[in-house]
């Protein structure tokens, strides 16, 4: 269902725009949910547990693949350089180019919603202090110009005109964290990057998880990437 925009007199603020949000759950059931090491620190304190103990208990690994043009940043690598079984999910999933760009990342275990979501009372266990990820959706698209509504037609926020400015400046700094952590992967490694790592978790593909991945398999195609 798509609904039309949200008829008002003056711009409403961030606060007034995430009031909206009725808590159902959909963006925790559909989404793969990622954390930065500052907000994974922040969440183990706030259960009152080490970040070890957090990790073990409510992370998996998350690989996402995109599409890339070549093979000169650290963290790409040529397609002949993935695991048959893979490459063969990532194809029937679409893929098609030459070159691949690997992003690790540590997210929150899942079933059929985020672990931290709890469907009998429609409400985020972990509120207080969730990443940025969902603090700002659905306003997280790297597109320009993007529909939200069209989009995420199943969000009762994507009826917003036009996010505002507070929103706009919240989606940059996330995107300027995100590439710097990607970038510090890229230059001192993944283990070097987080304290503590997932030992297993998924491969994703255009939202999509295809396959499932070990930390061993994730460092050697890492080492590949490098090493090329």
């Known amino acids: 269902m798509v609904w039309g925009p949200i008829p008002r007199m003056n711009p409403p603020s961030a606060e007034q725009i995430y009031a909206i949000c009725k808590t159902c759950g959909e963006c925790c059931k559909r989404y793969a949910i990622s954390v930065l090491p500052r907000e994974l620190a922040r969440e183990a304190k706030f259960f009152k547990l080490s970040e ?37 999910k990532l194809q029937a999933a679409g893929f098609s180019s030459d070159y691949a760009m690997i992003l690790p990342m540590v997210g929150f275990k899942k079933k059929e919603y985020c672990v931290f979501f709890d469907p009998k ?61 990607f970038d510090a992967v890229a230059e001192k490694g993944l283990s070097n990057v987080w304290k503590n790592i997932p030992n297993a978790g998924d491969i994703i593909y255009n939202g999509k998880i295809i396959s499932t991945i070990t930390l061993n398999e994730l460092n050697e195609w890492l080492a590949a990437a490098k090493n090329k």
């Open 52 to 88: 070890k103990e957090f990790t073990a208990i409510y992370t998996r690994l998350l690989v996402q693949i995109v599409p890339f043009s070549s093979g000169q940043h650290p963290l790409s690598l040529h397609t002949s350089m993935i695991p048959q079984n893979v490459w063969k």
């Open 121 to 181: 009372t429609t409400s985020c266990t972990m509120h207080e202090v969730k990443p940025a990820q969902c603090t700002l959706f659905p306003f997280t698209s790297v597109e320009k110009n993007i529909d939200y509504a069209k989009a995420y037609d199943f969000c009762e926020l994507s009826r917003v005109e036009k996010p505002t400015n507070e929103i706009f400046a919240a989606q940059d700094a996330q995107r300027v964290e995100m590439r710097n952590y």
